[in-house]
């Protein structure tokens, strides 16, 4: 257990939906990072968030946001759900936003999506 | 921008073989480097990880692996291999930026130890 956790586990929608997922990280660390998982595009990162702030962007369709709250959760936001969404998404934390021992990434657990 | 090969997708071995898996990066910079596994129906958990020193790195599991900077290498050995260790496994490169951080994953190798 990494100490990240995710919800939900397992999202099922229609195209043309849109969704939330939530990520919390470990206790302490500020930095949170989103990447997506899929069978064609395999392990892509997508968004990381420090301390509240946008500090990287990685390919993240106009259809995605996020966002880390005062608390430093974070969600996900996917809209207009396509077929091609489909998807694992995990979520990762650390203590800070920069590379370097300090800075090791912790994965959860991840939401598996299904857009029928 | 960082990239990361995987040269082997698919890799059959018997127990106790001996096993290599490359990974290949590109960035002009410092990086920080890692080999993670995701065991089937699970996360991603790391098994091990560069960031400075002595190159050859020890990580879970009986699981090493060696940075060759001239190479831009850091592949995951294991001398013996075991049934359990069946798995896909992932080089992610890190590269150092100073204020933001994000992993860039090579495609994986997926194992598959026999009996």
């Known amino acids: 257990d990494s100490g990240v956790t995710q919800t939900p586990k397992h999202l099922i929608t229609a195209t043309g939906q849109r969704v939330t997922l939530r990520c919390s990280p470990r206790?302490?660390?500020?930095?949170v990072y989103w990447y997506q998982q899929s069978l064609d595009q395999g392990l892509q990162f997508l968004i990381q968030?420090?301390?509240?702030?946008?500090?990287a962007k990685g390919n993240i369709l106009e259809r995605f946001s996020a966002q880390q709250f005062p608390d430093l959760h974070s969600e996900l936001n996917l809209s207009s759900l396509e077929l091609g969404d489909s998807a694992l998404y995990f979520c990762?934390?650390?203590?800070?936003?920069?590379?370097?021992?300090?800075?090791?990434?912790?994965f959860g657990p991840g939401t598996r999506l299904t857009v029928l | 921008a960082q990239s990361v090969s995987q040269h082997n997708h698919h890799v059959i071995l018997s127990e106790a073989a001996s096993l290599e898996l490359g990974c290949n990066y590109s960035?002009?910079?410092?990086?920080?480097l890692f080999w993670y596994v995701q065991y089937p129906g699970q996360h991603l958990q790391l098994l091990l990880k560069?960031?400075?020193?002595?190159?050859l790195v020890k990580g879970i599991k009986g699981f090493e692996a060696e940075f060759i900077k001239s190479k831009f290498s850091f592949n995951l050995r294991k001398p013996s291999v075991q049934w359990s260790d069946t798995a896909e496994y992932f080089c992610?490169?890190?590269?150092?930026?100073?204020?933001?951080?994000?992993?860039?994953f090579g495609t994986g190798t997926r194992l598959q130890v026999t009996l």
């Open positions: 990762a934390s650390s203590p800070r936003g920069a590379g370097g021992p300090l800075n090791e990434q912790f």
């Open positions: 206790s302490g660390d500020l930095s």
């Open positions: 968030y420090y301390n509240g702030e946008e500090r």
């Open positions: 960035y002009g910079g410092t990086v920080n």
């Open positions: 560069y960031f400075s020193g002595d190159p």
């Open positions: 992610a490169v890190n590269g150092v930026t100073g204020t933001a951080s994000k992993l860039t």
